[in-house]
């Protein structure tokens, strides 16, 4: 076990590098078994989600090979359809690999994914698009079993817009006979960028972006070399610990237009922030004033994903909010660690009622997520004397580095086995 000890009060001054984004790489990496040739994945992240998602590739049959940052993975001996309980545990991304591994086999047996335990994260929507393509799908002590002669195509409405159950279903479908439609799919960045994957390695995808994915089957994929979009969430948590410490903080290969929710909470907070390409300058030399209510919504709407690091700025704006969690109902275990720090939080239902203290104090916490993990660091790093964030394995999961980054830019941060 790992904890972070921080000295709190150092203004952030200087320049990181935004990594690549995590839930680009691990559709991506799912979508590697479509193809008996090899895939190079450019500036993979350092972080164990996709350690975990390459260790179940490898249990499959794949080979990889790591060269420094890129990852060449080789699917032409892929000979298991099953993931084992233990390594679906680890990763709830193992459930986007049932749709490549059926295209694969025509099989697949899946036990039920882990992964942060920020609520019931259902997969009813995979397993009914996945029935729409001609999948027979049975349960079986915790596991998923799924057979089907051939995949056909298919039109498949999504009752909720899930990011998951449309990589699924586009990964599912490539290969499929014929044409499958998805509706009410999910517009994320990361959707756009699996389609341009899977367009690279030659299938025939459009509409991603939009809430209608049309998908055209092919019969094979190739090989291809390809480097995912950046991480927004890694970039929207860089920014919002700049706002807190205060500072000027430049984030390199960083895209406003796909974090333009928070930028908009930043401004309003009065934040200064300049755009230049791909980077993104944000300046702060002043306690922030609160914004009203913020409210997580499917993209382009407020990312869930930034919820509890949003929660932790609020904490220490002048004023009151209400942060809304609409998308995951247990998405507030973080509210309680950040109490300990001074923090004025009421959680009501789906709200969270925060009244902005004029500065946090160190104090031993615990991540029980990686998004909550993050928001901690973050108090931790603006809190007056030292704090403590314990089982930061959860910050690992998603944040590639993190402690180096955030010394960089003057944080006073190290991790200490314990
Ligand atoms: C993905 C992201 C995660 C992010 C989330 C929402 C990855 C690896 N993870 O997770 O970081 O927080 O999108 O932006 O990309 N739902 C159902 N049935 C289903 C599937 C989902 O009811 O079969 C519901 C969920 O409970 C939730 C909502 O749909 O309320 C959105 O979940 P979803 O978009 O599927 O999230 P994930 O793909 O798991």
Redesign the pocket.
């Known amino acids: 076990m790992e904890k972070y000890v921080i000295n709190g009060g150092n203004k952030l001054y200087g320049s990181v590098e935004i990594q690549t984004a995590?839930?680009s790489v691990?559709?991506i990496l799912a979508g590697t078994v479509l193809t008996d040739d090899k895939v190079k994945i450019l500036n993979v992240p350092n972080i164990t989600?996709a350690k975990n998602m390459v260790k179940i590739l490898t249990k499959l049959g794949c080979k990889s090979v790591l060269s420094g940052d890129d990852l060449i993975v080789d699917s032409s001996h892929a000979d298991c359809y099953e993931i084992p309980r233990e390594l679906a545990h680890e990763l709830?991304?193992s459930v986007?690999l049932l749709g490549s591994i059926i295209s694969r086999f025509h099989m697949a047996k899946i036990a039920y994914p882990g992964?942060c335990d920020?609520?019931?994260?259902?997969?009813?929507?995979?397993?009914?698009g996945l029935k729409r393509l001609g999948v027979e799908i049975t349960e079986e002590n915790g596991y998923i079993i799924c057979k089907c002669d051939k995949l056909k195509g298919n039109e498949i409405m999504l009752?909720?817009?899930?990011?998951?159950?449309?990589?699924n279903i586009m990964l599912a479908a490539v290969k499929a006979e014929g044409t499958t439609v998805i509706k009410n799919s999910?517009r994320?960045p990361?959707i756009e960028d699996l389609q341009r994957f899977l367009n690279c390695m030659g299938a025939k995808v459009r509409g991603a972006g939009t809430g209608t994915i049309v998908i055209d089957g092919v019969k094979t994929l190739k090989g291809c070399e390809y480097l995912p979009i950046s991480d927004r969430?890694e970039a929207g948590t860089f920014l919002i610990a700049g706002a807190m410490c205060g500072g000027e903080i430049e984030l390199k290969r960083a895209y406003a237009e796909n974090i333009s929710s928070l930028l908009h909470k930043l401004r309003e907070n009065g934040c200064k922030i300049h755009l230049n390409n791909d980077k993104i300058i944000l300046e702060n030399h002043r306690r922030l004033t609160s914004v009203k209510s913020i409210e997580t919504q499917?993209?382009p709407g407020f990312?869930?994903?930034l919820q509890a690091q949003i929660t932790a700025l609020c904490c220490i704006c002048k004023g009151q909010s209400i942060i809304t969690e609409n998308?995951?109902?247990t998405r507030f275990k973080y509210v309680p660690e950040l109490r300990k720090m001074g923090a004025d939080i009421t959680v009501i239902n789906r709200n969270a009622f925060v009244r902005g203290v004029e500065r946090l104090n160190g104090a031993t916490v615990v991540a029980h997520d990686l998004r909550g993990g993050a928001a901690l660091v973050s108090a931790g790093l603006c809190a007056e004397g030292r704090s403590e964030v314990l089982d930061i394995s959860h910050i690992d999961r998603g944040y590639g580095s993190f402690e180096y980054k955030l010394r960089a830019l003057g944080g006073d941060i190290v991790r200490v086995s314990v």
């Not at 009752?159 to 990589?167: F, I, K, L, R, Y």
Request: hydrophobic share 30%; charged share 25%; proline share 12%.
């Open positions: 995590k839930n691990l559709p989600d709830r991304s986007f992964g920020i609520g019931l994260r259902p997969v009813d929507l995979h397993l009914t009752d909720c817009p899930s990011v998951g159950a449309t990589e999910a994320e990361e969430i499917p993209y990312p869930t994903d998308l995951f109902e």
